[in-house]
């Protein structure tokens, strides 16, 4: 299995306040990216990066920001979070051949009340 | 744009045979993958299909016709097991980023 971990796997917190998820690789993988699971939704991309320091925007990126500052980690940070956010959030990394397997985290179960 | 369309649920009996249907829209075409997701858990990589033709991997099997814009995803002799979340996807945009369908929930029954 691609050694890719996320962190936490629950969390449970207030509208407003700031909320931080970490994925972490073992792979040396240059891609990486967050996705947002939700009924009815399939998996839809927030940010994704290309490179240390190098991210971009996905389809649902408003709210949420990004930061990779190591190749091994890659942070999306909710700045004040939203009930619409509650979601469930994976991180995935590419090796970066076309057609090449996405391999994803085992996710993290965000609630916001 | 860039789409996928396959159907929201299926249900199959133990030991038969399904078959998961996906229909694309895209420019710069790749390929297609597939994705299984059981319920709770992470989704994983199936197969991947640059060719027209059927790849087969064990009881599963992977179809992709680029010229009707049209693949499928075969499960042979279906076990409880295999009740989970199909996706089909696509790389594309740049960067290995990959455009998922919303998924099909197939329900495998006694």
């Known amino acids: 299995d691609a050694g890719i971990t996320q962190s936490p796997r629950h969390k449970v917190t207030e509208t407003g306040t700031p909320v931080t998820l970490r994925c972490h690789q073992t792979?040396?993988?240059?891609?990486m990216y967050w996705y947002r699971q939700d009924p009815g939704h399939g998996l839809r991309l927030i940010h994704y990066s290309y490179g240390v320091k190098d991210t971009d925007k996905g389809e649902v990126s408003d709210g949420y920001s990004v930061s990779r500052s190591k190749t091994e980690d890659f942070l999306l940070t909710l700045e004040s979070a939203t009930s619409s956010q509650t979601s469930v959030y994976f991180c995935?990394?590419?090796?970066?051949?076309?057609?090449?397997?996405?391999?994803f985290g085992d996710g993290t179960r965000l609630s916001i009340l | 744009g860039q789409s996928l369309e396959q159907p929201s649920e299926v249900t199959a009996v133990e030991g038969a045979i399904v078959q998961i249907n996906c229909t694309y829209q895209t420019s710069g075409f790749y390929g297609l993958s597939w994705y299984q997701q059981h319920d709770g858990g992470a989704p994983t990589f199936l197969s991947y299909n640059a060719l027209d033709g059927l790849e087969e991997t064990g009881r599963f099997s992977s179809f992709l016709s680029r010229s009707d814009s049209y693949g499928y995803l075969l499960l042979q002799e279906l076990q409880m097991k295999d009740s989970a979340s199909y996706f089909c996807a696509f790389p594309g945009g740049g960067y290995q980023k990959v455009t998922f369908g919303i998924g099909t929930k197939l329900q495998v029954i006694p």
């Open positions: 792979e040396n993988h240059r891609y």
């Open positions: 995935a990394i590419s090796g970066g051949q076309v057609g090449q397997p996405q391999h």
